[in-house]
């Protein structure tokens, strides 16, 4: 029997690899992932690699504008032409400062339009948008700045999605284009109900569980209604698009264009909730910004 | 100590290609740089150190990509086995067929995955067929980006080997 272990131990360390993952996998399937402590573990170990190469591409970046651009240019083009160069790049360089400053404006802004709410902006330092996987994005503030699982992200053009999993240092936020991503939403014009799923990619959502009979037209404004505890109401989540109303079965089929585009986005705010508010600690004070 | 290394490259890729993407178009377009690297392993390693290193790159995918346990897991171990078989059959040596070989590998873990959900998860959450053409896009950024991998392994797997003293003597 030994020998028989022994001679086909390549055979048999293969097949375990291969079938314990599997009916891990199949076991695991039915129900919504959360994290476990090896998880955690190693998201800690990959955070700070993900928050490092963040800041050496974006210092590397900003040497290339402030410096070795300059000095290429130089090279190679006359004064003036160098000066309208420097004169452009200044503007770049303004331009997306200006640009910041408003998105972190409207940040505040919305921060401060909640003032039932305790606020703390955070940086995304990752994206993870994979055909086969979730969803998600790794934000720079974590369990430390008193970041809670299920607490709503958002941005001042509506929610970006929910907090899922939370280290020390860092979190991951499930967007609302995932498909375990499900939040209940208005529409704004006549207060029917519905819920937003995500179709598992940058842009895709549809509208689930919204009354066929219900007054909805394309181009519909949908708000979070705030009955699913996560999302407090009057959040904007996208606009009802492809509308198509079918002669029988009980819901609207229509897919939803999310009101903010998951991929261009840099900074958002974390919501705490009633519940996380009370143990939150001073750094979620209201307009807290990074 | 080679499947420990193997691993800790596994996750220094895994949080380059979440910092990268951020750069690059903010995730429309997506990577799998863990392809290249089980490909790699299917063609060069042993095979016990290469299957246990294989599983545990899978472990990081699926980590990273919050997928139920042992998805990705699965289909890092079948992808090592298949880059085997298409090792010994064909000759993969130069870095166009290892970037197809590559670009094949991603396809085949985003198909894989998706196909596993679609059986296994609930419909509701279950992928859609909308996701197939970004993991077509991501397997050919995957083979672009491949080669530039596989000289990194390369040296890597050279720090491991040592000359036998007195053959050449």
Redesign the interface.
Known sequence: MLALLKRYR?LI??AF??L????????????A?E??R??RA??V???P??????WS?TGV?EAWHGYVGLRHAGERASELSREVNELRMERDRLLQDRAEAERLRRLVGLAEAMPEHSTLGAR???????????Q?L?LDRGADRGVGRLMPVVVADGVVGRV??VTGSSS?V?LLVD??SSIAVRVERTRARANV?G????G?ARL?YALRTEDMIEGDLLVTSGTDGIFPRGLVVGRVTQLRRKPQGLFLEATVTPAVD????EEVLILASARSREEAPAALAPGATP | MKILVHLACALLLAAVQAAALRFLGGGVVTAALLAPCLVYLGLHAGNVDGVLAAAGVGLVLDVMAATPKGLFTFLAVLLFLVARAVGASVDVRGRLPFALLSGLGALFLSFGGWLLLRWAVPPEVAPRATVILRAIVEAILTGALSPLLLSGLRRLDRLFEREEPGLLG
């Open positions: 390549e360390l293969v690899l291969l314990v993952p599997l009916g891990v996998f199949l076991a695991n399937a039915k129900k992932a994290r476990s090896f998880d190693v998201l170990i990959t955070s690699l993900e928050r490092l190469v963040s591409v970046l995304v330092i990752g994206v993870r948008l994979g055909p086969a996987g979730r998600i790794t899922h999993s991951e499930l498909t375990y799923r179709m598992g990619k940058p895709g689930e998951v991929t261009r986005v």
